[in-house]
C-alpha cells in the first residue's frame, strides 16, 4: 500500500538515539520514574547532534534530509552546507528546489490537499479533525502559510513524497523475547555472559533490507492501535486472515500490546523524504514477552509491504535499515541483554 510505504523510513535518524528520558509504561498508563534517565549510569551520552526535549530527542541537525537524487525521483536539492542548516544563520540566496510528487499531488486519502486550495485550512500545531499536526518536539513556525522544518534547511520545498504539510506520524514496534535453547533455559553470549535477547524483523519490499515492521499513523489512530496494527499487517499477514483468524489474532495481540512497554524514541526523523516543509517523526515503542509464552501462540507470516519475517538475535553486527539498530541498541541495554563482544562499546554511547 502506498500509504503504508510512506512509513517505512522509520528512523533514518543519524542520531545515536539518546533519550532525554526512557519511561517504562504499564497497561495501567503509569510512568515509573526509577526508570528515567536510566542510561546514566552506563556512561550513555547525548549526540552532538541531539539535545533534550519534553517529548524525547530534539535533532539539532539533519543529513539524510539534505541527500540528493530525492527518493523515487530525479530531483536534486539545493546543496545546504552545514553551517547553514539553522534558520537562526541568515541566508539571502538561498533558493530551495520545489517538488511534490505526482502521487501526493493526484489527491490520495491519505494526503492534504495543496495549500493554495481554497476549501482547505489546516490548523498547524494543533489537532486538525482527525489529523494530528503538532509535532512530538514542540511548536513548529509558519512562514508564508507553510510549517517550516523545526531542525532547518533541507533543499527543498513543498511536500516530496510525504502527504502532509508539517510533521508526518509514524509507530515503530519493536517486539522481543529471550533466546532460549530446547529445554527452554535461556541462552546466554559466550564472550558477554548477558543473556541474547531477539526481535522481530521484517525484510522490506522496496529495497530489501530488514527494518523494523513500523508505519504511518491513520487519521484519528491511537499510538498503541498504530503500533499494534502495522505489527499485524507486516509480521503477520493480518490483512489476508478470515474472519475468525483476525479474532484469534487479536485475542494474542491484545496480550501482547497491554503489557508493559517501553517507549524508547519519539520525536523527529533524519529521514531522506524530508523537506522544508513536512517531515518525518515517529514513535518507537518496545513490547517484550518475557517468558516467551504469547510469541509461541503467533505464527510469523510476512504481509502489506514486508517479503519475509523471523525472529533475528540482537547483536552490534546487525546491519538493518536506517537508524533501526540504533533503537535496537538502546532496547538491548535497557533489558541488559547482549549487545556487543567488546566490553568498551558494549556499554557507551551509540
Request: glycine letters at 8%.
Amino acid at each position: 500500500m502506498a500509504r503504508r510505504i510512506l512509513g517505512k523510513t522509520l528512523a533514518t535518524v543519524s542520531l545515536s538515539v539518546a533519550l532525554a528520558s526512557v519511561t517504562v509504561t504499564c497497561s495501567a498508563c503509569r510512568s515509573i520514574p526509577e526508570c528515567r534517565n536510566s542510561f546514566s549510569s552506563c556512561g550513555f551520552h547525548l549526540n552532538s547532534n541531539i539535545m533534550s526535549g519534553s517529548s524525547g530527542a530534539k535533532v539539532k541537525s539533519h543529513k539524510k534530509a539534505r541527500t540528493s537524487p530525492y527518493p523515487g525521483s530525479k530531483v536534486q536539492r539545493s546543496q545546504v552546507p552545514n553551517e547553514k542548516v539553522g534558520w537562526l544563520v541568515e541566508w539571502q540566496d538561498y533558493n530551495p528546489v520545489e517538488y511534490t510528487a505526482v502521487s501526493v499531488l493526484a489527491g490520495p486519502r491519505w494526503a492534504d490537499p495543496q495549500l493554495s486550495e481554497s476549501n482547505f485550512s489546516p490548523k498547524f500545531n494543533e489537532k486538525d479533525g482527525q489529523v494530528e499536526r503538532k509535532s512530538q518536539n514542540g511548536l513548529y513556525e509558519i512562514e508564508n502559510g507553510r510549517p517550516r522544518n523545526p531542525v532547518g534547511r533541507t533543499g527543498l520545498v513543498g511536500r516530496g513524497l510525504l502527504g502532509r504539510w508539517g510533521p508526518n506520524h509514524a509507530a515503530d514496534p519493536i517486539i522481543t523475547r529471550w533466546k532460549k535453547d530446547r529445554s527452554g533455559n535461556r541462552i546466554t553470549h559466550p564472550i558477554s555472559g548477558k543473556n541474547i535477547l531477539q526481535f522481530v524483523a521484517i525484510k522490506r519490499k522496496d529495497c530489501g533490507e530488514w527494518a523494523l515492521p513500523g508505519g504511518m499513523v491513520d487519521p484519528g489512530e491511537k499510538i498503541s492501535a498504530a503500533l499494534k496494527r502495522e505489527f499485524g499487517e507486516e509480521a503477520l499477514n493480518s490483512l489476508e486472515k478470515s474472519s475468525a483468524e483476525k479474532r484469534k489474532l487479536e485475542e494474542q495481540l491484545h496480550k501482547l500490546f497491554s503489557q508493559e512497554h517501553l517507549v524508547i524514541y519519539k520525536g523527529y526523523v533524519d529521514d531522506p523524504r524530508n523537506t522544508d516543509n513536512a517531515w518525518m517523526e515517529t514513535e518507537a515503542v518496545n513490547y517484550h514477552d518475557e517468558t516467551g509464552e504469547i510469541m509461541d501462540n503467533l505464527t510469523l507470516e510476512a504481509g502489506d509491504d514486508a517479503g519475509k519475517v523471523k525472529w533475528v538475535d540482537i547483536t552490534d553486527k546487525l546491519k538493518l535499515y536506517a537508524s533501526h539498530s540504533q533503537f535496537i541498541k538502546l532496547v538491548a541495554k535497557k533489558r541488559d541483554a547482549h549487545w556487543s563482544e567488546d566490553p568498551e562499546t558494549d556499554c557507551h554511547g551509540l
